[in-house]
């Protein structure tokens, strides 16, 4: 069965350095998401990408983030300055289309921590 | 926008038994779904369930079946005949009509006894 992977599932970084983390979502997917967790905490959306495009982020998704498409197969979200209330379970996930009955299937998460 | 409320931290069960965890919504989005994942202790999140606002049914799937009650907006989960696999923690999700982001509860924590 087709599953989103990530890497690394373990990224431990000091503050104030540059993560990247990376997906690969199913590939006949057209919508893309990055979630956090904080530990303990609710799973919390951060931003949705469609067409090479960010189609909706929210207000965590500050200047500090970025995605990107590279290639056609993965997805990155990028963190410039990497702080200490960034640790946190990162979870990419990936949809067919936009329909409201879209199921997301989710990777197995980036477990981030900022020292 | 959408708010997710799960009001009960954890829960308890006998192995065979049947539960139900709470989930009520609010949004002012004409349609929308809704959706219940696992997140067993390994981190990973896994769909169990979804009922779209306009279902004239209530969704089953297996063991899982949702308890639909549109007027009280809640979506509680069922889960029949738990088993010790089901120890794990129980997200409640919605999604709106106009948007592509789902809003989640924090959480249920399900202990299964034998």
């Known amino acids: 069965e087709p599953e989103v992977t990530q890497t690394p599932s373990h990224q431990v970084t000091q503050m104030g350095q540059e993560v990247i983390l990376r997906c690969v979502p199913i590939s006949n997917h057209l919508y893309f998401y990055w979630y956090r967790q904080i530990l303990g905490q609710k799973v919390e959306f951060l931003v949705s990408f469609y067409n090479n495009e960010i189609s909706e982020k929210s207000e965590i998704f500050d200047d500090q983030f970025s995605v990107e498409r590279p290639d056609g197969s993965n997805f990155t979200l990028k963190i410039r300055s990497t702080k200490l209330e960034d640790s946190a379970m990162y979870f990419c996930?990936?949809?067919?289309?936009?329909?409201?009955?879209?199921?997301?299937?989710f990777g197995p998460g980036t477990r981030l921590t900022v020292t | 926008a959408q708010k997710i409320t799960q009001t009960q931290p954890g829960m308890f069960v006998q192995e065979k038994e049947a539960v139900t965890l709470d989930c009520t919504y609010d949004t002012s989005d004409p349609s929308y779904g809704l959706f219940w994942y696992k997140q067993p202790s390994s981190g990973e999140m896994i769909f169990l369930i979804y009922?779209?606002?306009?279902?004239?049914q209530n969704a089953t799937e297996g063991r899982y079946s949702l308890n639909f009650q549109k007027a009280r907006k809640s979506a509680n989960l069922v889960i029949s005949a738990s088993q010790l696999g089901d120890s794990a923690m129980y997200f409640c999700a919605m999604r709106g009509e106009y948007g592509n982001k789902l809003v989640f509860g924090a959480g249920t924590i399900l202990r299964v006894k034998s």
């Open positions: 996930a990936s949809s067919v289309n936009g329909m409201l009955r879209d199921e997301q299937y």
């Open positions: 009922q779209g606002s306009y279902d004239q």
